[in-house]
Protein backbone atom coordinates (compact mmCIF):
# COMPACT_ATOMS: atom_id res chain seq x y z
CA UNK A 1 0.00 0.00 0.00
CA UNK A 2 2.90 2.56 1.00
CA UNK A 3 4.77 1.67 -1.78
CA UNK A 4 1.92 2.03 -4.52
CA UNK A 5 1.03 5.79 -3.23
CA UNK A 6 4.83 6.54 -3.63
CA UNK A 7 5.04 5.09 -7.37
CA UNK A 8 1.35 7.22 -7.81
CA UNK A 9 3.22 10.40 -6.65
CA UNK A 10 6.66 9.92 -8.55
CA UNK A 11 4.08 9.22 -11.76
CA UNK A 12 3.70 12.75 -12.50
CA UNK A 13 7.47 13.50 -12.10
CA UNK A 14 8.38 10.72 -14.35
CA UNK A 15 6.02 11.37 -16.77
CA UNK A 16 7.15 15.03 -16.97
CA UNK A 17 10.37 13.98 -17.37
CA UNK A 18 9.63 12.01 -20.26
CA UNK A 19 7.89 13.87 -22.32
CA UNK A 20 10.40 16.44 -22.03
CA UNK A 21 12.25 14.16 -23.84
CA UNK A 22 10.26 13.34 -26.35
CA UNK A 23 10.02 17.34 -26.95
CA UNK A 24 13.47 17.60 -26.82
CA UNK A 25 14.60 14.95 -29.35
CA UNK A 26 11.31 16.74 -31.50
CA UNK A 27 13.03 20.02 -31.25
CA UNK A 28 16.87 19.59 -31.78
CA UNK A 29 17.08 18.61 -35.17
CA UNK A 30 15.77 22.57 -35.39
CA UNK A 31 18.22 23.99 -33.25
CA UNK A 32 21.14 21.90 -35.02
CA UNK A 33 20.29 23.46 -38.30
CA UNK A 34 19.97 26.83 -36.71
CA UNK A 35 22.81 27.06 -34.83
CA UNK A 36 24.95 25.49 -37.11
CA UNK A 37 23.77 28.05 -40.08
CA UNK A 38 25.53 30.97 -37.94
CA UNK A 39 28.62 28.83 -36.97
CA UNK A 40 31.86 29.56 -38.02
CA UNK A 41 32.67 26.83 -40.97
CA UNK A 42 35.91 25.62 -38.91
CA UNK A 43 34.59 25.26 -35.65
CA UNK A 44 31.53 23.79 -37.14
CA UNK A 45 33.54 21.03 -39.16
CA UNK A 46 35.55 20.75 -36.17
CA UNK A 47 32.29 20.40 -33.45
CA UNK A 48 31.79 17.23 -31.73
CA UNK A 49 28.34 15.99 -29.82
CA UNK A 50 25.40 17.65 -29.58
CA UNK A 51 25.04 21.74 -31.20
CA UNK A 52 22.77 23.78 -29.28
CA UNK A 53 24.47 27.31 -30.08
CA UNK A 54 26.15 28.72 -32.55
CA UNK A 55 29.87 28.18 -33.23
CA UNK A 56 31.27 31.62 -33.70
CA UNK A 57 29.03 34.02 -35.60
CA UNK A 58 28.84 34.18 -39.56
CA UNK A 59 26.26 35.39 -42.20
CA UNK A 60 28.17 33.86 -45.15
CA UNK A 61 26.29 30.67 -45.24
CA UNK A 62 23.08 32.95 -45.41
CA UNK A 63 25.01 35.00 -48.03
CA UNK A 64 25.89 31.99 -50.56
CA UNK A 65 22.85 30.92 -50.14
CA UNK A 66 20.96 33.91 -51.33
CA UNK A 67 23.34 34.56 -53.92
CA UNK A 68 22.07 31.08 -55.78
CA UNK A 69 19.97 32.17 -58.30
CA UNK A 70 18.28 28.84 -58.00
CA UNK A 71 17.01 29.58 -54.61
CA UNK A 72 15.60 33.35 -55.77
CA UNK A 73 14.08 31.59 -58.77
CA UNK A 74 12.15 28.39 -56.60
CA UNK A 75 11.04 30.74 -54.29
CA UNK A 76 9.81 33.04 -56.73
CA UNK A 77 7.94 29.79 -58.63
CA UNK A 78 6.77 28.06 -55.44
CA UNK A 79 4.83 30.89 -54.84
CA UNK A 80 3.14 31.20 -58.27
CA UNK A 81 2.62 27.72 -58.05
CA UNK A 82 0.91 27.49 -54.07
CA UNK A 83 -1.25 30.74 -54.87
CA UNK A 84 -2.39 30.12 -58.25
CA UNK A 85 -3.22 26.14 -57.43
CA UNK A 86 -4.29 26.79 -54.39
CA UNK A 87 -6.97 29.16 -56.14
CA UNK A 88 -7.76 26.70 -58.79
CA UNK A 89 -8.05 23.84 -56.09
CA UNK A 90 -10.65 26.18 -53.92
CA UNK A 91 -12.65 26.77 -56.69
CA UNK A 92 -12.84 23.20 -58.47
CA UNK A 93 -13.29 21.98 -54.43
CA UNK A 94 -16.21 24.29 -53.75
CA UNK A 95 -17.99 23.50 -56.74
CA UNK A 96 -17.44 19.90 -56.83
CA UNK A 97 -18.65 19.17 -53.40
CA UNK A 98 -21.63 21.67 -53.96
CA UNK A 99 -22.67 19.64 -56.64
CA UNK A 100 -22.54 16.61 -54.84
CA UNK A 101 -24.15 18.07 -51.87
CA UNK A 102 -27.54 18.50 -54.00
CA UNK A 103 -29.71 15.82 -52.89
CA UNK A 104 -32.51 16.34 -55.96
CA UNK A 105 -30.64 15.68 -59.02
CA UNK A 106 -30.47 12.07 -60.66
CA UNK A 107 -26.87 12.51 -61.63
CA UNK A 108 -25.23 13.52 -58.50
CA UNK A 109 -25.17 9.99 -57.32
CA UNK A 110 -23.41 8.68 -60.46
CA UNK A 111 -21.02 11.56 -60.22
CA UNK A 112 -20.01 11.05 -56.64
CA UNK A 113 -19.45 7.44 -57.20
CA UNK A 114 -17.42 7.79 -60.26
CA UNK A 115 -15.06 10.59 -57.87
CA UNK A 116 -14.86 8.16 -54.34
CA UNK A 117 -14.18 5.06 -56.28
CA UNK A 118 -10.21 7.46 -57.40
CA UNK A 119 -9.93 7.15 -53.83
CA UNK A 120 -9.41 3.34 -54.00
CA UNK A 121 -8.47 2.82 -57.78
CA UNK A 122 -6.18 4.47 -59.80
CA UNK A 123 -4.45 3.56 -63.38
CA UNK A 124 -0.62 4.12 -61.43
CA UNK A 125 2.47 6.18 -61.99
CA UNK A 126 3.09 4.97 -65.95
CA UNK A 127 -0.64 5.58 -67.87
CA UNK A 128 -0.44 8.99 -65.69
CA UNK A 129 2.57 10.05 -66.90
CA UNK A 130 1.97 9.01 -70.46
CA UNK A 131 -1.59 10.96 -70.12
CA UNK A 132 0.07 13.92 -69.18
CA UNK A 133 2.84 13.38 -71.85
CA UNK A 134 -0.06 13.45 -74.02
CA UNK A 135 -1.59 16.76 -73.13
CA UNK A 136 2.27 18.39 -74.01
CA UNK A 137 2.25 19.00 -69.46
CA UNK A 138 6.05 18.05 -70.08
CA UNK A 139 7.87 20.81 -68.53
CA UNK A 140 4.82 22.97 -68.76
CA UNK A 141 4.36 24.98 -65.48
CA UNK A 142 0.26 23.62 -65.61
CA UNK A 143 1.58 20.38 -64.98
CA UNK A 144 2.10 21.90 -61.09
CA UNK A 145 -1.44 23.12 -61.18
CA UNK A 146 -3.61 20.89 -63.16
CA UNK A 147 -3.08 17.50 -62.04
CA UNK A 148 -3.50 17.49 -58.63
CA UNK A 149 -6.26 19.91 -58.83
CA UNK A 150 -8.84 18.26 -56.94
CA UNK A 151 -8.01 16.36 -54.08
CA UNK A 152 -11.09 13.90 -53.33
CA UNK A 153 -10.58 13.34 -49.77
CA UNK A 154 -10.81 17.70 -49.51
CA UNK A 155 -13.74 17.56 -51.94
CA UNK A 156 -15.51 15.10 -49.28
CA UNK A 157 -14.94 16.65 -46.45
CA UNK A 158 -15.94 19.89 -47.55
CA UNK A 159 -18.93 18.13 -49.14
CA UNK A 160 -19.84 16.70 -45.26
CA UNK A 161 -19.79 20.12 -44.12
CA UNK A 162 -22.08 21.64 -46.84
CA UNK A 163 -24.91 18.50 -46.03
CA UNK A 164 -24.90 20.08 -42.27
CA UNK A 165 -26.17 23.25 -43.88
CA UNK A 166 -29.80 23.71 -42.97
CA UNK A 167 -31.95 23.37 -45.97
CA UNK A 168 -33.97 25.72 -44.74
CA UNK A 169 -31.65 28.79 -45.46
CA UNK A 170 -31.74 27.51 -49.33
CA UNK A 171 -35.25 27.18 -49.65
CA UNK A 172 -36.24 30.57 -48.90
CA UNK A 173 -33.34 32.10 -51.12
CA UNK A 174 -34.43 30.05 -53.76
CA UNK A 175 -38.02 31.32 -53.09
CA UNK A 176 -36.33 34.74 -53.78
CA UNK A 177 -35.36 34.15 -56.79
CA UNK A 178 -31.76 32.74 -55.89
CA UNK A 179 -29.81 30.07 -58.49
CA UNK A 180 -26.99 27.92 -57.74
CA UNK A 181 -24.92 29.92 -58.42
CA UNK A 182 -25.64 32.75 -55.88
CA UNK A 183 -26.75 30.33 -53.18
CA UNK A 184 -23.18 28.81 -53.42
CA UNK A 185 -21.36 31.79 -53.01
CA UNK A 186 -23.27 33.66 -51.03
CA UNK A 187 -24.97 31.15 -48.56
CA UNK A 188 -23.10 27.99 -48.27
CA UNK A 189 -19.91 29.58 -48.55
CA UNK A 190 -19.73 32.15 -46.16
CA UNK A 191 -21.47 30.00 -43.89
CA UNK A 192 -18.68 27.29 -44.11
CA UNK A 193 -15.35 30.05 -43.32
CA UNK A 194 -13.84 27.06 -40.90
CA UNK A 195 -13.77 24.54 -43.25
CA UNK A 196 -12.67 26.78 -46.28
CA UNK A 197 -9.94 27.81 -44.31
CA UNK A 198 -8.80 24.25 -43.28
CA UNK A 199 -9.24 22.68 -46.85
CA UNK A 200 -7.29 26.34 -48.01
CA UNK A 201 -4.15 25.39 -45.87
CA UNK A 202 -4.19 21.90 -46.67
CA UNK A 203 -3.88 22.48 -50.03
CA UNK A 204 -1.50 25.51 -49.95
CA UNK A 205 0.51 23.13 -47.57
CA UNK A 206 0.38 20.33 -50.17
CA UNK A 207 1.72 22.62 -52.85
CA UNK A 208 4.69 23.98 -50.79
CA UNK A 209 5.71 20.47 -50.11
CA UNK A 210 5.81 19.09 -53.33
CA UNK A 211 8.21 18.04 -55.16
CA UNK A 212 7.75 14.59 -56.83
CA UNK A 213 6.08 15.91 -59.32
CA UNK A 214 7.71 18.47 -60.46
CA UNK A 215 11.05 16.29 -60.44
CA UNK A 216 9.22 13.90 -63.24
CA UNK A 217 7.03 16.48 -65.14
CA UNK A 218 9.39 19.54 -64.87
CA UNK A 219 12.54 19.78 -67.09
CA UNK A 220 13.93 23.12 -67.22
CA UNK A 221 15.27 24.39 -63.81
CA UNK A 222 14.39 28.12 -63.96
CA UNK A 223 10.71 26.71 -63.53
CA UNK A 224 11.83 24.26 -60.64
CA UNK A 225 9.63 24.98 -57.30
CA UNK A 226 11.61 25.36 -54.36
CA UNK A 227 11.49 22.01 -52.69
CA UNK A 228 13.24 20.42 -55.51
CA UNK A 229 15.94 23.01 -55.55
CA UNK A 230 16.39 22.04 -52.06
CA UNK A 231 16.45 18.50 -52.95
CA UNK A 232 19.43 19.13 -55.15
CA UNK A 233 21.44 20.93 -53.08
CA UNK A 234 20.72 18.96 -49.54
CA UNK A 235 20.20 15.16 -50.90
CA UNK A 236 23.71 13.98 -51.24
CA UNK A 237 23.49 12.76 -55.16
CA UNK A 238 23.77 16.40 -56.05
CA UNK A 239 26.44 17.81 -53.42
CA UNK A 240 28.05 20.47 -56.35
CA UNK A 241 24.35 22.14 -56.08
CA UNK A 242 25.07 23.98 -53.05
CA UNK A 243 28.26 25.63 -53.73
CA UNK A 244 28.07 25.99 -57.38
CA UNK A 245 28.32 29.93 -57.15
CA UNK A 246 31.40 29.48 -55.48
CA UNK A 247 34.83 30.11 -57.48
CA UNK A 248 37.88 28.68 -55.13
CA UNK A 249 37.79 24.76 -54.31
CA UNK A 250 38.95 25.80 -50.72
CA UNK A 251 35.71 27.57 -50.34
CA UNK A 252 34.03 25.16 -51.25
CA UNK A 253 34.63 22.09 -49.32
CA UNK A 254 34.84 24.63 -46.60
CA UNK A 255 31.05 26.81 -47.15
CA UNK A 256 29.53 23.29 -48.27
CA UNK A 257 27.47 22.44 -44.86
CA UNK A 258 27.41 25.87 -43.83
CA UNK A 259 25.67 26.74 -47.17
CA UNK A 260 23.30 23.23 -46.66
CA UNK A 261 22.31 24.69 -43.07
CA UNK A 262 21.72 28.61 -43.84
CA UNK A 263 19.26 26.96 -47.29
CA UNK A 264 17.49 24.52 -45.10
CA UNK A 265 16.70 27.50 -42.81
CA UNK A 266 15.83 30.25 -45.78
CA UNK A 267 13.83 27.16 -47.14
CA UNK A 268 11.43 26.42 -43.76
CA UNK A 269 11.02 29.82 -42.55
CA UNK A 270 7.68 30.58 -43.98
CA UNK A 271 6.42 27.51 -42.57
CA UNK A 272 7.59 28.79 -39.14
CA UNK A 273 6.61 32.21 -39.40
CA UNK A 274 2.78 30.72 -40.09
CA UNK A 275 3.14 27.98 -37.84
CA UNK A 276 0.82 28.88 -35.18
CA UNK A 277 -1.95 29.75 -37.81
CA UNK A 278 -1.10 26.15 -39.16
CA UNK A 279 -1.36 24.12 -36.11
CA UNK A 280 -4.53 25.54 -35.23
CA UNK A 281 -6.02 25.22 -38.37
CA UNK A 282 -4.33 21.59 -38.97
CA UNK A 283 -5.69 20.84 -35.90
CA UNK A 284 -9.11 21.82 -36.31
CA UNK A 285 -9.11 19.81 -39.81
CA UNK A 286 -8.24 16.52 -38.12
CA UNK A 287 -11.39 17.11 -35.94
CA UNK A 288 -13.38 17.81 -38.63
CA UNK A 289 -12.09 15.13 -41.21
CA UNK A 290 -12.38 12.56 -38.39
CA UNK A 291 -12.08 8.96 -38.14
CA UNK A 292 -15.06 8.76 -39.90
CA UNK A 293 -14.06 10.22 -43.46
CA UNK B 1 -45.62 15.50 -59.49
CA UNK B 2 -43.51 12.38 -60.89
CA UNK B 3 -45.36 10.04 -63.10
CA UNK B 4 -43.54 6.09 -61.86
CA UNK B 5 -44.24 5.51 -65.95
CA UNK B 6 -42.32 8.44 -67.17
CA UNK B 7 -39.49 7.41 -68.79
CA UNK B 8 -35.55 7.63 -67.90
CA UNK B 9 -34.98 9.42 -71.07
CA UNK B 10 -37.91 12.13 -70.50
CA UNK B 11 -36.99 11.91 -66.94
CA UNK B 12 -33.21 12.65 -67.27
CA UNK B 13 -33.99 15.53 -69.82
CA UNK B 14 -36.62 16.70 -67.54
CA UNK B 15 -33.96 16.75 -64.80
CA UNK B 16 -30.94 18.24 -66.78
CA UNK B 17 -33.32 21.16 -67.57
CA UNK B 18 -34.24 21.40 -63.59
CA UNK B 19 -30.67 21.57 -62.59
CA UNK B 20 -28.74 22.69 -65.71
CA UNK B 21 -26.54 25.19 -63.57
CA UNK B 22 -25.66 21.98 -61.10
CA UNK B 23 -24.81 20.43 -64.71
CA UNK B 24 -22.80 23.11 -65.31
CA UNK B 25 -20.62 23.11 -62.49
CA UNK B 26 -20.45 19.37 -62.60
CA UNK B 27 -18.80 20.04 -66.03
CA UNK B 28 -15.56 20.97 -64.63
CA UNK B 29 -15.34 18.09 -62.38
CA UNK B 30 -15.90 15.95 -64.58
CA UNK B 31 -13.62 16.57 -67.02
CA UNK B 32 -11.08 16.96 -64.31
CA UNK B 33 -11.74 12.89 -63.09
CA UNK B 34 -11.92 11.48 -66.52
CA UNK B 35 -8.88 13.35 -68.19
CA UNK B 36 -6.63 12.86 -64.33
CA UNK B 37 -8.45 9.57 -63.17
CA UNK B 38 -10.22 7.48 -66.22
CA UNK B 39 -8.09 8.31 -68.55
CA UNK B 40 -4.98 6.85 -66.95
CA UNK B 41 -7.47 3.86 -65.78
CA UNK B 42 -7.76 3.44 -69.31
CA UNK B 43 -4.73 3.77 -70.11
CA UNK B 44 -3.41 1.17 -67.91
CA UNK B 45 -4.39 -1.47 -70.87
CA UNK B 46 -0.53 -1.06 -71.75
CA UNK B 47 0.12 -3.18 -69.09
CA UNK B 48 -1.13 -6.41 -71.32
CA UNK B 49 0.88 -4.52 -74.62
CA UNK B 50 3.92 -4.41 -75.80
CA UNK B 51 3.44 -0.72 -75.51
CA UNK B 52 5.20 1.40 -78.03
CA UNK B 53 4.32 5.29 -78.06
CA UNK B 54 3.96 5.78 -81.66
CA UNK B 55 1.41 2.98 -82.35
CA UNK B 56 -0.69 4.51 -79.13
CA UNK B 57 -2.10 2.32 -76.94
CA UNK B 58 -4.91 0.71 -78.64
CA UNK B 59 -2.60 0.08 -82.45
CA UNK B 60 0.41 -1.73 -80.03
CA UNK B 61 0.15 -5.46 -79.94
CA UNK B 62 -1.09 -7.29 -77.16
CA UNK B 63 1.11 -9.86 -74.81
CA UNK B 64 -1.29 -10.93 -72.59
CA UNK B 65 0.32 -11.64 -69.28
CA UNK B 66 3.67 -11.27 -70.47
CA UNK B 67 4.79 -8.16 -67.90
CA UNK B 68 3.18 -10.31 -65.48
CA UNK B 69 4.76 -12.97 -65.81
CA UNK B 70 7.78 -11.50 -66.03
CA UNK B 71 7.77 -9.51 -63.13
CA UNK B 72 6.52 -12.95 -60.96
CA UNK B 73 9.92 -14.91 -62.41
CA UNK B 74 12.09 -12.02 -61.80
CA UNK B 75 14.64 -11.80 -58.75
CA UNK B 76 13.01 -8.48 -57.88
CA UNK B 77 9.51 -9.74 -57.17
CA UNK B 78 10.76 -11.81 -53.63
CA UNK B 79 13.16 -8.86 -52.42
CA UNK B 80 10.42 -5.95 -53.55
CA UNK B 81 7.31 -7.93 -51.90
CA UNK B 82 9.75 -8.23 -48.79
CA UNK B 83 10.99 -5.01 -48.65
CA UNK B 84 7.22 -3.30 -49.23
CA UNK B 85 6.12 -6.11 -46.19
CA UNK B 86 9.23 -5.34 -43.75
CA UNK B 87 8.52 -1.50 -44.07
CA UNK B 88 5.27 -1.47 -43.67
CA UNK B 89 5.06 -3.81 -40.95
CA UNK B 90 7.99 -2.38 -39.18
CA UNK B 91 5.98 1.36 -39.60
CA UNK B 92 2.99 -0.33 -38.32
CA UNK B 93 4.30 -2.09 -34.95
CA UNK B 94 6.28 1.13 -33.93
CA UNK B 95 4.72 3.64 -35.58
CA UNK B 96 1.01 2.66 -35.04
CA UNK B 97 1.39 2.59 -31.11
CA UNK B 98 3.62 5.51 -30.65
CA UNK B 99 1.14 8.28 -30.90
CA UNK B 100 -1.05 6.21 -28.50
CA UNK B 101 1.21 6.25 -25.94
CA UNK B 102 2.23 9.75 -26.22
CA UNK B 103 -1.46 10.80 -25.63
CA UNK B 104 -2.08 8.73 -23.26
CA UNK B 105 1.17 10.45 -21.44
CA UNK B 106 0.17 13.78 -22.48
CA UNK B 107 -3.38 13.08 -21.42
CA UNK B 108 -1.88 12.63 -17.56
CA UNK B 109 -0.29 15.97 -17.89
CA UNK B 110 -2.32 18.43 -15.51
CA UNK B 111 -0.21 21.88 -16.09
CA UNK B 112 -2.04 23.58 -18.76
CA UNK B 113 0.93 25.43 -20.11
CA UNK B 114 3.66 22.41 -20.10
CA UNK B 115 1.05 20.44 -21.82
CA UNK B 116 0.57 23.14 -24.53
CA UNK B 117 4.24 23.60 -24.97
CA UNK B 118 4.84 19.87 -25.46
CA UNK B 119 2.09 19.74 -28.07
CA UNK B 120 3.39 23.24 -29.64
CA UNK B 121 6.80 21.39 -30.08
CA UNK B 122 5.68 17.96 -31.20
CA UNK B 123 3.38 18.51 -33.69
CA UNK B 124 6.61 20.96 -35.37
CA UNK B 125 8.16 17.92 -37.08
CA UNK B 126 4.98 17.54 -39.32
CA UNK B 127 5.21 20.84 -40.88
CA UNK B 128 8.94 20.24 -42.18
CA UNK B 129 8.49 19.55 -45.65
CA UNK B 130 9.66 16.08 -46.40
CA UNK B 131 12.57 17.59 -48.80
CA UNK B 132 13.62 19.40 -45.71
CA UNK B 133 13.45 16.45 -43.43
CA UNK B 134 15.65 13.81 -45.70
CA UNK B 135 17.53 16.45 -46.10
CA UNK B 136 18.35 17.24 -42.30
CA UNK B 137 18.24 12.83 -42.21
CA UNK B 138 21.19 12.82 -44.86
CA UNK B 139 23.06 15.45 -43.11
CA UNK B 140 22.59 13.61 -39.85
CA UNK B 141 23.37 10.55 -40.61
CA UNK B 142 26.28 11.44 -42.75
CA UNK B 143 29.90 9.90 -41.77
CA UNK B 144 30.29 12.90 -39.26
CA UNK B 145 26.65 13.59 -38.46
CA UNK B 146 25.06 13.56 -34.82
CA UNK B 147 22.96 10.35 -35.44
CA UNK B 148 26.08 8.65 -36.80
CA UNK B 149 27.68 10.05 -33.74
CA UNK B 150 25.27 8.28 -30.94
CA UNK B 151 25.82 5.09 -33.03
CA UNK B 152 29.40 5.08 -32.69
CA UNK B 153 28.87 5.57 -28.94
CA UNK B 154 26.78 2.60 -28.44
CA UNK B 155 29.29 0.72 -30.55
CA UNK B 156 28.06 0.89 -34.29
CA UNK B 157 30.48 1.56 -37.21
CA UNK B 158 31.62 5.11 -38.00
CA UNK B 159 30.55 5.71 -41.69
CA UNK B 160 27.58 6.86 -44.05
CA UNK B 161 24.25 4.99 -42.19
CA UNK B 162 22.52 5.41 -45.23
CA UNK B 163 24.40 4.17 -47.50
CA UNK B 164 24.20 0.72 -45.15
CA UNK B 165 21.88 -1.35 -46.47
CA UNK B 166 20.70 -2.82 -42.43
CA UNK B 167 19.99 0.70 -41.26
CA UNK B 168 18.04 1.63 -43.65
CA UNK B 169 14.46 0.92 -42.41
CA UNK B 170 15.54 1.75 -39.26
CA UNK B 171 15.50 5.45 -40.01
CA UNK B 172 12.83 5.09 -41.99
CA UNK B 173 10.70 3.94 -39.14
CA UNK B 174 12.31 6.25 -36.80
CA UNK B 175 12.20 9.19 -38.58
CA UNK B 176 8.56 8.51 -39.63
CA UNK B 177 8.16 8.27 -36.00
CA UNK B 178 9.68 11.33 -34.91
CA UNK B 179 7.52 13.31 -38.12
CA UNK B 180 4.30 11.82 -36.70
CA UNK B 181 4.24 10.89 -32.57
CA UNK B 182 2.93 14.52 -32.29
CA UNK B 183 0.96 15.51 -34.81
CA UNK B 184 -0.79 11.42 -34.80
CA UNK B 185 -1.61 11.71 -31.30
CA UNK B 186 -4.74 14.34 -31.64
CA UNK B 187 -6.72 12.54 -33.14
CA UNK B 188 -6.61 9.53 -29.74
CA UNK B 189 -6.40 13.51 -27.55
CA UNK B 190 -9.71 14.20 -28.99
CA UNK B 191 -11.18 11.13 -28.42
CA UNK B 192 -9.75 11.43 -24.60
CA UNK B 193 -11.66 14.98 -23.90
CA UNK B 194 -14.59 12.85 -24.94
CA UNK B 195 -14.36 10.28 -22.21
CA UNK B 196 -17.01 11.40 -19.12
CA UNK B 197 -14.95 12.89 -16.35
CA UNK B 198 -17.64 11.23 -13.81
CA UNK B 199 -16.08 7.72 -14.39
CA UNK B 200 -12.44 8.97 -13.18
CA UNK B 201 -14.42 10.07 -9.99
CA UNK B 202 -16.36 6.66 -9.69
CA UNK B 203 -13.19 5.01 -9.83
CA UNK B 204 -10.98 7.60 -7.86
CA UNK B 205 -13.73 6.77 -4.91
CA UNK B 206 -13.62 2.83 -5.93
CA UNK B 207 -9.59 2.88 -4.74
CA UNK B 208 -8.23 2.51 -8.04
CA UNK B 209 -5.39 4.24 -8.91
CA UNK B 210 -4.07 6.17 -11.89
CA UNK B 211 -2.77 2.67 -13.91
CA UNK B 212 -5.99 0.83 -13.20
CA UNK B 213 -7.76 3.71 -14.25
CA UNK B 214 -5.45 3.96 -17.79
CA UNK B 215 -6.64 0.42 -17.75
CA UNK B 216 -9.99 0.48 -17.33
CA UNK B 217 -11.30 3.62 -18.42
CA UNK B 218 -9.19 5.52 -20.75
CA UNK B 219 -7.78 2.80 -23.18
CA UNK B 220 -11.73 1.30 -23.42
CA UNK B 221 -12.63 5.24 -24.09
CA UNK B 222 -10.49 5.39 -27.19
CA UNK B 223 -10.29 2.27 -28.27
CA UNK B 224 -12.91 2.14 -31.37
CA UNK B 225 -10.59 4.97 -32.42
CA UNK B 226 -7.97 2.73 -32.12
CA UNK B 227 -9.65 -0.29 -34.36
CA UNK B 228 -10.57 1.92 -36.89
CA UNK B 229 -7.09 3.28 -37.66
CA UNK B 230 -5.92 -0.18 -37.21
CA UNK B 231 -7.68 -1.46 -39.94
CA UNK B 232 -7.39 1.19 -42.06
CA UNK B 233 -3.83 1.15 -41.74
CA UNK B 234 -3.45 -2.61 -42.42
CA UNK B 235 -5.38 -2.05 -45.47
CA UNK B 236 -2.86 0.32 -46.23
CA UNK B 237 0.32 -2.46 -45.80
CA UNK B 238 1.04 -3.01 -49.56
CA UNK B 239 1.27 0.85 -50.22
CA UNK B 240 4.12 2.24 -49.26
CA UNK B 241 4.92 5.88 -50.79
CA UNK B 242 8.14 6.31 -52.44
CA UNK B 243 8.67 9.66 -52.12
CA UNK B 244 10.34 9.63 -48.57
CA UNK B 245 12.22 6.53 -50.17
CA UNK B 246 13.09 8.03 -53.58
CA UNK B 247 14.90 10.47 -51.21
CA UNK B 248 16.72 8.65 -49.27
CA UNK B 249 17.91 5.57 -50.86
CA UNK B 250 20.83 4.70 -53.21
CA UNK B 251 21.97 1.50 -55.37
CA UNK B 252 23.76 0.22 -52.16
CA UNK B 253 20.45 0.14 -50.18
CA UNK B 254 18.26 -1.01 -52.67
CA UNK B 255 18.46 -4.53 -51.49
CA UNK B 256 16.42 -3.36 -48.05
CA UNK B 257 14.92 -0.68 -49.23
CA UNK B 258 13.65 -0.83 -52.74
CA UNK B 259 9.96 -1.17 -52.40
CA UNK B 260 7.25 -2.17 -55.53
CA UNK B 261 6.65 1.62 -56.02
CA UNK B 262 9.86 2.84 -56.27
CA UNK B 263 10.64 -0.09 -58.62
CA UNK B 264 7.66 0.83 -60.78
CA UNK B 265 9.52 4.61 -60.62
CA UNK B 266 12.71 3.65 -61.38
CA UNK B 267 11.60 0.75 -64.56
CA UNK B 268 9.16 3.28 -65.91
CA UNK B 269 10.00 6.90 -65.36
CA UNK B 270 13.98 6.20 -64.99
CA UNK B 271 14.29 3.68 -67.88
CA UNK B 272 11.14 4.61 -70.15
CA UNK B 273 9.91 0.42 -69.49
CA UNK B 274 6.09 1.78 -69.56
CA UNK B 275 4.57 -1.53 -70.20
CA UNK B 276 6.33 -3.58 -67.88
CA UNK B 277 5.92 -1.05 -65.08
CA UNK B 278 2.45 -0.30 -66.40
CA UNK B 279 2.45 -4.43 -64.94
CA UNK B 280 3.55 -3.79 -61.64
CA UNK B 281 2.09 -1.53 -60.53
CA UNK B 282 -1.75 -2.75 -61.97
CA UNK B 283 -0.51 -5.60 -59.85
CA UNK B 284 -0.39 -3.56 -56.99
CA UNK B 285 -3.25 -1.27 -57.26
CA UNK B 286 -5.41 -4.50 -57.66
CA UNK B 287 -3.78 -5.75 -54.32
CA UNK B 288 -4.25 -2.64 -52.43
CA UNK B 289 -7.67 -1.67 -53.46
CA UNK B 290 -8.50 -5.33 -52.36
CA UNK B 291 -6.79 -5.02 -48.81
CA UNK B 292 -8.18 -1.73 -48.70
CA UNK B 293 -11.91 -3.40 -48.93
CA UNK B 294 -11.27 -5.85 -47.03
CA UNK B 295 -10.25 -3.48 -44.18
CA UNK B 296 -13.09 -1.34 -44.88
CA UNK B 297 -15.97 -4.66 -44.72
CA UNK B 298 -14.46 -5.91 -41.07
CA UNK B 299 -14.56 -1.88 -40.06
CA UNK B 300 -17.88 -2.13 -40.51
CA UNK B 301 -18.53 -5.21 -39.31
CA UNK B 302 -16.40 -5.14 -35.93
CA UNK B 303 -16.98 -1.25 -34.87
CA UNK B 304 -20.31 -0.34 -37.26
CA UNK B 305 -17.90 2.26 -38.98
CA UNK B 306 -17.17 1.97 -41.61
CA UNK B 307 -15.94 4.23 -44.88
CA UNK B 308 -19.42 3.76 -46.32
Redo the contacts between chains.
Sequence with gaps: MHR?SRS?AL??IV??C???V??F???Y??L??VAASFSDPARL?AH????LFPQGFTLKGYEYALRNPNIISGYKNTLVYVVSGTVINMI?TA??A??CS?K?????RP?MM??VF?M????????????LKN?SLINNVWAMI??G??STYNLIVMRTSFLGIPDSLEESARIDGA???VI?FRIILPLSKAVLAVILLYYA?GH??S??NAS?LLTSREKYPL??I??D?????NKGAAVQNIVSPVERNQYQ?LI??ST?VI??LP?FFL?PF??KY??KG??IGG??? | MVEPSASFFS??RR??K??R???L??L???A??I??????????L?AFKDYS?SLGILGSPFVGLKWFREFFGSYYFTRLLRNTLLISIYSLLWGFPAPIL?AL??N???NKF?KK??Q??????Y??????V???L???T?S?G?IT?IVEALGGPKSNLLANPNYFRTIYVASGI?QN??WGS??YL?ALSGIDPALYEAATIDGA??FRQILHITLPGIMP?II??LI?NVGNIMSVG??KI??LY?PPTYETADVI?TF??RK??VENN?AY??AI??F??VI??LL??AANKISTMTTE?G?W
Design positions: KEFPNALLTISVCLPVHVNQGLLLLGYVRNAMFVLLITYFGGGLIPWFIVLLPAINDFLVWNWFIQLLRILISNDQYIGTVYLQFTVMVKG | RADIRNLIYMAPILYYIFHYAPMYGVIPFLIEVRFAVTITYMPFMSLVVCGIVNFSTVGWIGIIAKRTILLFEILSSVYGIYSSGLNSNFVIVL
